[in-house]
């Protein structure tokens, strides 16, 4: 059987601590933009999808990346061509996963920049591969 979200917990890693808090900010940006919330953080065998979401039909499968500075680039131009193919194996085992599978979907990436005293940045790159 195929993995459920997983539960919420404070981790003591402060880089996942720091990944949580741009998935939630993640969360609610898709919210305000009127999708709904389907799931978050589900992992299977192949690996893990941070949000799924919904709007007109749609399903969106959605790799956020958070990061505080460009330093090394935007933080959406983290996911690589290879963490692509790890999501679209992970899109594929999460349709096999549901019972009534979606008939449009996308890979979203957003990145999110979170510059200490700045409101966050968002960047929302669509439909990156299917």
Known sequence: MASQTKQQVTPKDPRRRFGNRGEDLAAVFFMSKGFRIV?????CRAGE?????E???????????????TAYGNPE??????????LGRAVE??????????VRY?????GILTVPGK?????HVENVGT
């Open 106 to 110: 996308q890979i979203d990436v957003l």
């Open 93 to 102: 085992s999460y349709l096999r996963a549901v019972s009534a599978s979606p």
């Open 55 to 69: 709007r007109d039909g749609v399903t969106r499968f959605v790799e956020v990346k958070t990061r505080r500075t």
């Open 39 to 43: 799931a978050r953080n589900w992992s």
């Open 49 to 53: 999808i941070d949000l799924i979401c």
């Open 77 to 86: 131009e983290a996911v690589t061509p290879a963490k692509l193919r790890h």
């Open 119 to 123: 409101q966050p940045e968002f960047h």
